[in-house]
């Protein structure tokens, strides 16, 4: 991929996953194309490519659109994410030496920063993308040791969608100001070296946007958050 493309990407991509298009909006590449100064067809390439890691959904004759938010979706992301990031963060506390402490730390110090203001104001909007950006690089520092490429490009690709599927007012764009205390505990379960602790500080942090009870057909796609951990 072009250089150009790839910056259309990493941006549109980011665009995506920080909630600029709203749940089923079409994605227009003659109209995206104004944005980037570009051809349609170097947009259109863009967005097959998003579709590829699912945050594009494309359908013959109807073209690009921004994926719809479904409760059941959102759960089996939710699920995706404990597995491979309690997995990827243990192999990391087994492998990962001071050089991944360090870089975690510093990932958690800029979050936490940036948290910190968030619950301050009261408000996340100006700094949603800012956020968006130190909340992915500490989520993938915490795996980054774990020695499988594999790993984390399947986490890299299941956070995305995830994230995607929390963009709106009504999760407040997946931020909680619990956030703070449990990027915490996750950061000292991996100083301490305490790989059992650090499968229940994900757990705990990620565990609220699971459904209770677990989706059946007849109602995948309805929230129940009164009965959410």
Known sequence: MAAQDADIFDDMRHRLITGEFGYGTKLRAEKLREDYNCSASTVREVLFRLS?????????????????????????????????????????????????????????????????????????????????????????????????????????????QFRQQLVSAETNYGYFPENIREHQAILDAALERNEDLMRVTVNDHLARNLIRPLPQKHHADTFDRSSAI
């Open 52 to 160: 590829t890691v699912g945050l594009v959904e494309f359908q013959e004759q109807r073209g690009f659109k921004s994926p719809y938010q479904s409760a059941k979706r959102q759960h089996e992301l939710t699920h995706m994410r404990i597995l491979l990031e309690s997995e990827g963060a243990c192999h990391s506390i087994r492998l990962g030496g001071v050089d991944w402490e360090s870089r975690l730390s510093a990932a958690h110090h800029k979050l936490s920063h940036i948290e910190t203001r968030v619950r301050a104001s009261g408000n996340m909007i100006p700094l949603l993308g800012l956020w968006s950006r130190a909340e992915q690089e500490f989520h993938e520092t915490l795996i980054d040791a774990c020695g499988s490429d594999l790993l984390k490009s399947t986490h890299k690709v299941i956070y995305e």
